[in-house]
């Protein structure tokens, strides 16, 4: 369940209590809601096995919006960090972020804390609104835990061939 939550605590919160009740996998919030936020999600979600995920830096933010117009001094890599850090010191089981970070993420976290990775693109792909990008074997080898792909396969002419060509690259 991909809703991105981000607000205060107690909201949070409440709104976790109630998606506890669903059989849901993952749910998301942003990181950026801060260590009260992400606790009191993974707190909300105490008697199911949602996994929590942490949405560290938007894929479609590179350098330059994290710069000018976020106002965020860090290199986007340290801010990514950081983000993953906070999530995984505040009980998140993972966190959503480039393919390109993984690395570094599992390096200040640890190798069970999982990365998913949207911004996939096959070679054959456009790279979009996306600014960190990573084809399906880049996002394997980088150590990605699970991919995140929409309009490779939803605009492709046939989606099926389109995931079955990702799934294999993935493999």
């Known amino acids: 369940m991909d809703l991105k939550l981000h607000d205060i605590p107690n909201t949070v919160k409440r709104t976790c209590e109630m998606i506890d009740k669903w059989d849901v996998q993952m749910l998301t919030v942003h990181a950026s809601g801060g260590s009260e936020m992400i606790a009191a999600a993974k707190k909300g979600l105490a008697d199911s096995n949602t996994k929590l995920l942490a949405v560290t830096q938007l894929t479609s933010l590179g350098q330059t919006e994290l710069e000018d117009e976020l106002q965020i001094p860090l ?6 960090t950081h983000l993953a850090k906070l999530a995984y010191d505040n009980g998140a089981d993972g966190v959503i972020s480039s393919a390109l970070e993984v690395p570094m993420i599992k ?34 080898e980088l150590g990605s835990d699970g991919i995140v792909v929409g309009r490779p396969i939803t605009q492709a002419n046939d989606g099926f061939f389109a995931y079955k060509d990702i799934y294999q690259e993935w493999k």
């Open 107 to 140: 390096d200040v976290t640890g190798p069970e804390f999982l990365c998913i990775t949207p911004g996939i693109r096959p070679k054959s792909s456009q790279v979009g609104d996306q600014k960190r990008v990573a084809t399906p074997s880049q996002a394997r």
């Open 75 to 80: 290199k986007s890599q340290d801010y990514v």
